[in-house]
């Protein structure tokens, strides 16, 4: 069974109900969106941290106003014992600040925290719409010295990922490769949120798709377990699931003391237990 990150929304009550359903010993990656900015990401993840959690705080470049908003960042993070961060350029359209990509921001993380701050990066098995994949694996060959890691965009198909992972390989990124997975939510949930968390354009892609598509945008549950089950199918591959879940935490009946984290893990890949 692959190691599993929970990513999490930080939208208003989120501290509560993680608190309340998620086992501390579960490590938790907090996004950072354009409309709620680096601030609530922070801000959340603190919270998180300071009780007991590990958090991987989201931050994304193109949003910060400031090389001293980073540094002050990176002393927050000292502060409540996070030692990890997903750098990403970010959606923002035009730059806030001094960073217009993640690899300047990579390169002062590096220098600010004397190399002690861990840092994932961005993977694009089916591409980004505004980069081409050469400038892509370009991009991901220079930060790969300022990275720990590299986690993909959302993917629905294990043959997508594992032939992304065996191209930056063949490429040259030895870095190891977290697969991004839509955890077990309801169709109405991840439809709803699609706008907002970035997937729009995926589901958009899927609808033509086939079976998978029709499974997932027609079916009162989408469900992951296939397509980790094919991840697994080659051992070595990956190294761990970056699980979306949507905030859709309450598929475990009971509160951390009364479920294992590897329970909940289980639960938001398969669907059981009930939805929100």
Not at 219 to 226: I, N
Not at 232 to 239: C, F
Request: proline share 7%; hydrophobic share 40%; net charge positive.
């Amino acid at each position: 069974m692959f190691p599993i990150r929970i990513e999490i929304i930080p939208s208003e009550g989120i501290v509560e109900r993680v608190t309340a359903l998620v086992p501390l010993t579960t490590t938790l990656s907090v996004t950072c969106l354009p409309h709620h900015g680096i601030e609530r990401t922070m801000r959340t993840a603190i919270q998180l941290s300071v009780l007991g959690y590990n958090v991987i705080p989201h931050l994304a470049a193109r949003s910060l106003h400031s090389r001293a908003d980073l540094t002050g960042i990176l002393r927050d993070c000292n502060v409540a014992g996070i030692g990890e961060v997903f750098a990403i350029g970010g959606d923002r359209k035009n730059p806030a600040g001094p960073y217009e990509s993640a690899l300047p921001m990579l390169e002062d993380i590096a220098q600010y925290s004397g190399g002690a701050m861990r840092a994932g990066v961005a993977g694009y098995p089916e591409g980004h719409p505004s980069v081409g994949p050469v400038d892509l694996l370009d991009a991901l060959l220079a930060k790969q010295h300022l990275a720990s890691h590299v986690v993909t965009q959302m993917c629905f198909a294990a043959p997508k990922i594992l032939d992304y992972a065996a191209l930056l390989r063949r490429e040259g990124v030895r870095l190891p490769v977290w697969a991004g997975v839509a955890g077990a939510v309801p169709r109405t949930k991840l439809v709803s949120l699609a706008a907002q968390i970035g997937v729009g354009s995926s589901l958009k892609f899927l609808s033509r798709k086939g079976p998978l598509a029709r499974k997932l945008l027609s079916g009162d549950r989408y469900s992951p377990q296939g397509l980790v089950s094919g991840l697994e199918s080659q051992p070595g591959t990956i190294a761990g699931i970056h699980l979306y879940s949507f905030n859709s935490l309450d598929s475990v009946p009971g509160g951390p003391g009364q479920a294992s984290t590897s329970a909940l893990q289980q639960a938001l890949i398969r669907g059981a237990a009930r939805d929100n």
